[in-house]
Every structure is written in structure tokens, then in C-alpha cells.
């Protein structure tokens, strides 16, 4: 059971890992974009 529960933390966490990392590049593209916006 050990080991189950172990890869599940790993899938869980490497999920997490790339939602993360898609929230982050969505957020920056927007803000960057917003920037472009402002700044012209």
C-alpha cells in the first residue's frame, strides 16, 4: 500500500508541478500583454 500511495504523491505532485508552471506562463503572457497595452 506504501508504494501506491507513493506514486500517487508523485503523480499528484508532478501534476501540481505543471499546472503550476502552465498558471505561471499563462500569467506572464497576460502581463506582458497588459503591459504592451498600457505602455502604448
Known amino acids: ?4 500511495v507513493g506514486d500517487d ?3 499528484l ?3 501540481l508541478h505543471y ?7 499563462h500569467i506572464m503572457s497576460n502581463f506582458s500583454t497588459l503591459h ?3 505602455a502604448s
Open 36 to 38: 504592451t497595452c498600457c
Open 13 to 15: 505532485s508532478s501534476a
Open 9 to 11: 504523491n508523485v503523480k
Open 1 to 4: 500500500p506504501g508504494k501506491l
Open 19 to 25: 499546472l503550476l508552471a502552465f498558471l505561471r506562463g
